[in-house]
């Protein structure tokens, strides 16, 4: 019999990137970067994102990039959206290539997605992206949460394993909760809750995210001024709901291991991570 953490370890392991993966990643990138040089006289294109924090989630983690863009920067972010768009149109013919913002999206049939958004550098060191609300930019600096998320690591070992298990309920069961709203919870939650034990942590973390309402958080890396949202206002109720079943779930298995029922402790984490 499967024990409920043997579960909970199989999900981790079968929900991480292979190595194959990985490899058709940095082809892709390669290219990318490459074609963007010179079709556009692009910058500079770097990781972000989950893959480069190590929390992403397979098959479902989108690979991120910020291409950092030349000239001088529109008042429409549109635009930079836009010109991405055609260009990489272009370099993938046949490839669903489309605006998402704050990205430009590319659906590949034997890699995993990519996700490029637009970037130019402000004077301190942070970047302006397009604001996924509207049509302008907001601020935005993706090495400050990686480094978030890495201290993080240094303090609870198992921190990028139970994010990108996170991650794998918010993608098995659909939730539409930001990716970046999850981990930045999550890491700011497991700082606060040592020592790890992943049961109780699952379980804590649930209740503590239904107790928060889903409501908008202070940037834990310390951003200046950034809030981040879990969802858009239209997804909010779903997102609650989704949370509370989790949050019932992840006790009930809490509970049953203590009764030392692994069996129906098992049954009740396949509710968050079995579609």
Not at 4 to 32: C, D, G, H
Not at 90 to 101: A, E, K, L, M
Request: net charge neutral.
């Amino acid at each position: 019999m499967t024990t409920a953490a043997a579960y909970l370890e199989f999900v981790i392991a079968t929900a991480t990137p292979s190595a194959e993966s990985r490899r058709k990643a940095s082809l892709n990138r390669a290219s990318i970067d490459a074609w963007l040089s010179e079709d556009l006289g692009i910058l500079r294109v770097f990781e972000t994102g989950s893959w480069s924090h190590g929390t992403a989630a397979a098959p479902w983690s989108d690979v991120d990039y910020f291409a950092s863009m030349p000239g001088s920067r529109p008042n429409a972010s549109a635009t930079d959206l836009e010109t991405l768009r055609k260009s990489l149109a272009v370099r993938f013919p046949g490839t669903w290539v489309r605006v998402t913002r704050p990205a430009v999206a590319i659906s590949f049939a034997e890699a995993p997605d990519v996700e490029l958004t637009p970037a130019h550098i402000s004077w301190d060191g942070d970047y302006l992206i397009p604001d996924p609300q509207g049509n302008g930019w907001i601020r935005s600096n993706p090495l400050k949460h990686n480094e978030y998320v890495n201290q993080t690591r240094d303090q609870v070992p198992e921190a990028k394993k139970f994010i990108r298990l996170l991650k794998e309920w918010k993608y098995q069961r659909r939730v539409p909760i930001s990716s970046l709203y999850l981990e930045m919870r999550a890491a700011k939650y497991l700082r606060e809750h040592k020592p790890y034990l992943v049961l109780w942590d699952l379980a804590g973390f649930f209740d503590e995210l239904h107790g928060s309402g889903l409501a908008d958080m202070n940037d834990p890396s310390l951003f200046e001024g950034r809030r981040i949202i879990a969802c858009s206002s239209s997804d909010k109720s779903r997102a609650v709901e989704a949370v509370d079943i989790a949050a019932r779930a992840s006790r009930l298995a809490r509970e049953c291991h203590l009764d030392k029922n692994d069996e129906l402790a098992r049954k009740a984490l396949e509710i968050l991570f079995e579609a």
